[in-house]
Protein backbone atom coordinates (compact mmCIF):
# COMPACT_ATOMS: atom_id res chain seq x y z
CA UNK A 1 0.00 0.00 0.00
CA UNK A 2 1.20 3.78 -0.86
CA UNK A 3 1.95 5.78 1.65
CA UNK A 4 -1.31 8.00 2.89
CA UNK A 5 -3.10 5.81 0.83
CA UNK A 6 -6.73 4.70 2.66
CA UNK A 7 -7.32 0.79 1.95
CA UNK A 8 -8.71 0.40 -1.67
CA UNK A 9 -12.18 -1.68 -0.18
CA UNK A 10 -13.02 1.07 2.35
CA UNK A 11 -15.76 4.44 0.87
CA UNK A 12 -18.19 6.20 2.35
CA UNK A 13 -20.59 4.86 -0.39
CA UNK A 14 -19.98 1.35 0.23
CA UNK A 15 -19.74 1.83 4.05
CA UNK A 16 -23.69 3.75 4.11
CA UNK A 17 -25.29 0.73 2.50
CA UNK A 18 -24.20 -1.85 4.52
CA UNK A 19 -23.76 -0.36 8.23
CA UNK A 20 -27.27 1.93 7.72
CA UNK A 21 -30.80 0.72 9.40
CA UNK A 22 -33.04 -0.51 6.29
CA UNK A 23 -36.23 -0.87 8.53
CA UNK A 24 -38.37 -2.16 5.60
CA UNK A 25 -35.84 -5.14 5.63
CA UNK A 26 -36.10 -5.56 9.12
CA UNK A 27 -38.55 -7.62 11.56
CA UNK A 28 -38.83 -4.61 14.32
CA UNK A 29 -36.14 -6.51 15.90
CA UNK A 30 -35.28 -3.58 17.82
CA UNK A 31 -38.89 -2.66 19.21
CA UNK A 32 -39.15 -6.82 20.51
CA UNK A 33 -35.48 -7.76 21.28
CA UNK A 34 -34.21 -4.34 23.47
CA UNK A 35 -35.41 -3.44 26.85
CA UNK A 36 -36.32 0.07 27.88
CA UNK A 37 -37.58 1.99 31.22
CA UNK A 38 -40.31 4.50 31.75
CA UNK A 39 -38.04 7.63 31.26
CA UNK A 40 -37.72 10.98 29.65
CA UNK A 41 -37.06 8.76 26.26
CA UNK A 42 -39.55 6.44 26.67
CA UNK A 43 -43.34 6.64 28.29
CA UNK A 44 -43.26 2.84 29.14
CA UNK A 45 -41.15 -0.05 30.70
CA UNK A 46 -40.12 -3.07 27.95
CA UNK A 47 -38.92 -6.27 29.19
CA UNK A 48 -36.15 -7.79 26.36
CA UNK A 49 -37.93 -9.91 23.65
CA UNK A 50 -41.52 -8.46 24.59
CA UNK A 51 -42.53 -6.54 21.33
CA UNK A 52 -43.55 -3.07 21.84
CA UNK A 53 -47.06 -2.50 21.69
CA UNK A 54 -46.35 0.30 19.17
CA UNK A 55 -45.41 -2.73 16.64
CA UNK A 56 -48.03 -4.06 13.86
CA UNK A 57 -48.15 -7.04 12.07
CA UNK A 58 -46.10 -5.85 8.98
CA UNK A 59 -43.25 -5.05 11.48
CA UNK A 60 -43.59 -1.02 11.00
CA UNK A 61 -43.98 1.21 14.16
CA UNK A 62 -47.96 2.39 14.67
CA UNK A 63 -47.01 6.10 16.19
CA UNK A 64 -43.61 6.57 13.74
CA UNK A 65 -44.55 10.09 12.91
CA UNK A 66 -45.81 11.08 16.37
CA UNK A 67 -42.61 9.06 18.74
CA UNK A 68 -41.66 12.39 20.41
CA UNK A 69 -45.07 13.30 21.36
CA UNK A 70 -46.15 10.10 23.02
CA UNK A 71 -43.17 9.82 24.86
CA UNK A 72 -40.69 7.64 22.81
CA UNK A 73 -38.20 9.87 22.44
CA UNK A 74 -35.52 7.06 22.28
CA UNK A 75 -36.55 5.72 19.52
CA UNK A 76 -35.75 8.06 17.31
CA UNK A 77 -32.08 8.43 17.84
CA UNK A 78 -31.32 4.51 18.03
CA UNK A 79 -29.57 2.98 15.35
CA UNK A 80 -28.56 -0.23 14.44
CA UNK A 81 -26.03 0.12 11.73
CA UNK A 82 -28.17 -1.88 9.53
CA UNK A 83 -28.43 -4.68 12.37
CA UNK A 84 -31.61 -4.94 11.69
CA UNK A 85 -32.01 -6.01 8.25
CA UNK A 86 -28.47 -8.35 8.12
CA UNK A 87 -29.85 -10.65 11.16
CA UNK A 88 -33.28 -10.67 9.48
CA UNK A 89 -32.30 -11.21 4.91
CA UNK A 90 -29.14 -12.95 6.04
CA UNK A 91 -28.16 -14.58 9.43
CA UNK A 92 -32.49 -16.22 9.51
CA UNK A 93 -32.96 -16.22 5.38
CA UNK A 94 -35.79 -14.00 5.51
CA UNK A 95 -37.30 -16.27 8.12
CA UNK A 96 -39.32 -14.07 10.50
CA UNK A 97 -39.91 -14.62 14.25
CA UNK A 98 -43.56 -14.94 14.32
CA UNK A 99 -43.17 -17.91 11.27
CA UNK A 100 -40.84 -19.49 13.02
CA UNK A 101 -41.54 -19.10 16.93
CA UNK A 102 -39.19 -21.76 17.88
CA UNK A 103 -35.83 -19.42 16.53
CA UNK A 104 -37.46 -16.17 18.19
CA UNK A 105 -35.49 -16.15 21.82
CA UNK A 106 -32.68 -16.91 19.67
CA UNK A 107 -33.27 -13.82 17.10
CA UNK A 108 -33.82 -11.55 19.39
CA UNK A 109 -30.56 -12.47 21.51
CA UNK A 110 -28.71 -12.52 18.22
CA UNK A 111 -29.47 -9.20 17.28
CA UNK A 112 -27.70 -6.93 20.22
CA UNK A 113 -24.13 -9.01 19.07
CA UNK A 114 -24.94 -8.05 15.23
CA UNK A 115 -25.42 -4.45 16.54
CA UNK A 116 -22.55 -4.17 18.60
CA UNK A 117 -20.50 -5.58 15.22
CA UNK A 118 -22.06 -3.55 12.75
CA UNK A 119 -21.35 -0.52 15.02
CA UNK A 120 -17.46 -1.25 15.65
CA UNK A 121 -17.86 -2.32 11.44
CA UNK A 122 -18.48 1.47 11.50
CA UNK A 123 -15.65 2.69 13.65
CA UNK A 124 -12.77 0.51 12.16
CA UNK A 125 -14.36 1.70 8.15
CA UNK A 126 -13.71 5.09 9.58
CA UNK A 127 -10.39 4.82 11.13
CA UNK A 128 -9.39 3.40 7.69
CA UNK A 129 -10.51 6.71 6.19
CA UNK A 130 -7.90 8.70 8.08
CA UNK A 131 -4.44 8.73 6.24
CA UNK A 132 -2.98 9.95 9.78
CA UNK A 133 -3.77 6.78 10.37
CA UNK A 134 -1.77 5.00 7.91
CA UNK A 135 1.06 3.40 10.04
CA UNK A 136 -1.92 0.80 11.41
CA UNK A 137 -3.90 0.82 8.40
CA UNK A 138 -2.86 -2.79 7.66
CA UNK A 139 -3.54 -4.17 11.46
CA UNK A 140 -6.79 -1.94 11.52
CA UNK A 141 -8.14 -3.66 7.48
CA UNK A 142 -7.34 -7.51 9.04
CA UNK A 143 -9.45 -6.22 12.14
CA UNK A 144 -12.52 -5.01 9.77
CA UNK A 145 -12.03 -8.45 7.79
CA UNK A 146 -12.10 -10.51 11.21
CA UNK A 147 -15.41 -8.33 12.18
CA UNK A 148 -17.51 -8.74 9.06
CA UNK A 149 -16.38 -12.49 9.04
CA UNK A 150 -17.59 -12.53 12.63
CA UNK A 151 -21.30 -10.97 10.97
CA UNK A 152 -21.03 -13.90 8.28
CA UNK A 153 -20.99 -16.96 10.77
CA UNK A 154 -24.10 -19.16 11.35
CA UNK A 155 -26.81 -18.55 14.21
CA UNK A 156 -25.24 -21.52 16.29
CA UNK A 157 -21.59 -20.16 15.78
CA UNK A 158 -22.29 -16.40 16.37
CA UNK A 159 -24.61 -17.05 19.47
CA UNK A 160 -21.19 -18.39 21.15
CA UNK A 161 -19.08 -14.59 19.78
CA UNK A 162 -17.87 -12.92 22.75
CA UNK A 163 -18.42 -9.55 21.58
CA UNK A 164 -17.32 -7.61 24.45
CA UNK A 165 -13.92 -9.32 24.13
CA UNK A 166 -14.07 -8.42 20.20
CA UNK A 167 -14.65 -4.83 21.38
CA UNK A 168 -11.97 -4.69 23.47
CA UNK A 169 -9.48 -5.63 20.85
CA UNK A 170 -10.73 -3.21 18.19
CA UNK A 171 -10.87 -0.74 20.59
CA UNK A 172 -6.76 -0.76 21.20
CA UNK A 173 -6.81 0.35 17.37
CA UNK A 174 -9.53 2.18 17.71
CA UNK A 175 -7.50 4.33 20.37
CA UNK A 176 -4.03 4.27 18.40
CA UNK A 177 -5.82 5.65 14.88
CA UNK A 178 -7.56 8.29 17.49
CA UNK A 179 -4.21 9.23 19.09
CA UNK A 180 -2.11 9.33 15.52
CA UNK A 181 -5.57 11.64 14.11
CA UNK A 182 -5.38 14.31 16.76
CA UNK A 183 -1.61 14.01 16.89
CA UNK A 184 -1.50 15.49 13.09
CA UNK A 185 -4.46 17.68 13.77
CA UNK A 186 -2.06 19.59 16.29
CA UNK A 187 1.15 18.93 15.34
CA UNK A 188 3.10 22.32 14.00
CA UNK A 189 0.20 24.36 15.33
CA UNK A 190 1.74 27.96 16.73
CA UNK A 191 -1.07 28.46 18.91
CA UNK A 192 -2.70 24.82 19.92
CA UNK A 193 -5.57 25.03 21.69
CA UNK A 194 -5.84 25.22 25.18
CA UNK A 195 -8.63 23.36 26.52
CA UNK A 196 -11.79 24.29 28.86
CA UNK A 197 -11.38 22.49 32.00
CA UNK A 198 -12.53 19.65 32.71
CA UNK A 199 -12.81 18.70 29.14
CA UNK A 200 -11.34 15.19 28.43
CA UNK A 201 -11.81 11.25 27.83
CA UNK A 202 -14.95 10.45 29.88
CA UNK A 203 -15.33 14.41 31.17
CA UNK A 204 -18.82 15.70 32.61
CA UNK A 205 -19.79 18.17 30.90
CA UNK A 206 -23.55 18.24 31.28
CA UNK A 207 -24.83 21.90 30.50
CA UNK A 208 -21.23 22.97 30.47
CA UNK A 209 -21.00 26.60 28.50
CA UNK A 210 -18.51 25.36 25.48
CA UNK A 211 -19.54 28.10 23.27
CA UNK A 212 -17.24 29.17 20.36
CA UNK A 213 -14.91 26.78 22.34
CA UNK A 214 -11.29 25.79 19.77
CA UNK A 215 -11.79 21.66 20.50
CA UNK A 216 -9.75 20.98 17.61
CA UNK A 217 -8.52 17.52 18.33
CA UNK A 218 -9.87 17.16 21.54
CA UNK A 219 -10.42 13.92 23.21
CA UNK A 220 -13.64 13.39 24.29
CA UNK A 221 -14.56 9.90 24.27
CA UNK A 222 -17.50 9.01 26.29
CA UNK A 223 -17.69 12.55 27.41
CA UNK A 224 -20.97 13.38 29.37
CA UNK A 225 -22.39 16.46 26.77
CA UNK A 226 -25.41 16.51 27.70
CA UNK A 227 -27.62 19.75 27.10
CA UNK A 228 -24.03 21.31 26.54
CA UNK A 229 -24.17 24.52 24.66
CA UNK A 230 -22.01 23.98 21.82
CA UNK A 231 -22.81 26.76 19.49
CA UNK A 232 -19.70 27.78 17.28
CA UNK A 233 -17.25 25.23 19.04
CA UNK A 234 -14.70 23.58 16.86
CA UNK A 235 -15.13 20.19 16.92
CA UNK A 236 -12.91 18.93 13.92
CA UNK A 237 -10.57 15.89 14.87
CA UNK A 238 -11.91 15.81 18.03
CA UNK A 239 -12.31 11.83 19.20
CA UNK A 240 -16.57 11.67 19.97
CA UNK A 241 -16.82 7.76 20.23
CA UNK A 242 -19.50 7.08 22.90
CA UNK A 243 -20.22 10.88 24.02
CA UNK A 244 -23.80 11.54 24.93
CA UNK A 245 -24.92 14.29 22.63
CA UNK A 246 -28.80 14.43 23.70
CA UNK A 247 -30.16 17.82 23.65
CA UNK A 248 -26.34 19.28 23.05
CA UNK A 249 -26.71 22.57 20.97
CA UNK A 250 -24.20 22.58 18.31
CA UNK A 251 -26.01 24.98 15.86
CA UNK A 252 -23.21 26.57 14.05
CA UNK A 253 -20.30 24.03 15.24
CA UNK A 254 -17.91 22.14 12.91
CA UNK A 255 -17.97 18.77 13.26
CA UNK A 256 -17.44 18.09 9.56
CA UNK A 257 -13.83 16.55 10.25
CA UNK A 258 -14.87 14.98 13.97
CA UNK A 259 -13.64 11.05 14.81
CA UNK A 260 -16.17 8.59 15.22
CA UNK A 261 -19.27 10.52 15.40
CA UNK A 262 -22.62 8.35 14.51
CA UNK A 263 -26.04 9.54 13.39
CA UNK A 264 -27.79 8.32 16.67
CA UNK A 265 -25.49 11.11 18.38
CA UNK A 266 -26.19 13.73 15.70
CA UNK A 267 -29.77 12.50 15.87
CA UNK A 268 -30.16 13.42 19.78
CA UNK A 269 -28.31 16.70 19.67
CA UNK A 270 -29.51 20.01 18.13
CA UNK A 271 -28.59 21.78 15.56
CA UNK A 272 -29.31 23.84 12.27
CA UNK A 273 -28.21 24.35 8.55
CA UNK A 274 -24.85 26.27 9.80
CA UNK A 275 -23.79 22.95 11.49
CA UNK A 276 -21.28 21.23 9.60
CA UNK A 277 -21.15 17.60 9.91
CA UNK A 278 -19.09 14.64 8.31
CA UNK A 279 -20.11 13.33 4.82
CA UNK A 280 -20.57 10.31 5.60
CA UNK A 281 -24.27 11.43 8.28
CA UNK A 282 -27.56 12.88 7.15
CA UNK A 283 -28.86 16.22 8.77
CA UNK A 284 -31.61 15.15 10.88
CA UNK A 285 -34.96 16.88 9.76
CA UNK A 286 -36.30 18.08 12.98
CA UNK A 287 -32.99 20.24 13.08
CA UNK A 288 -33.79 23.87 12.72
CA UNK A 289 -33.48 26.27 10.22
CA UNK A 290 -29.94 28.78 10.52
CA UNK A 291 -30.63 31.30 13.46
CA UNK A 292 -28.50 34.32 14.11
Given at each position: ????????????E???????????Q????????????????F???????Q??????????C?????????GF?????????????????????????????????????????M???????????????????????E?????L???????????????????????????????Q??E???????????????????????A?L?????????????N?R???????????A??????????D?R?????????????????????A??G??????????????H??????
Open positions: MKENQTHPLVNFERNATLRADCECFGLCCVSLAFAASADAIDKNPGPCHNLQEDYRGVHTDLVNLRGCTVFDCFGAGQKISQFTYEGKDWRQDKSSAQEMFELFPKWHLHELLWYLSEALMQPAANSIHQLHEMAETERLTLLSRSELINVDVALHRMHVNTLLLASLVRAEALRGLKNPPRYPKKVGRGDMGANLRGANLLGALGAYLIAADLRGNLQQADLIGSFDTDLRGADLSTSLFLTQSQVNAKDESTKLPASLIRPPWSKKTG
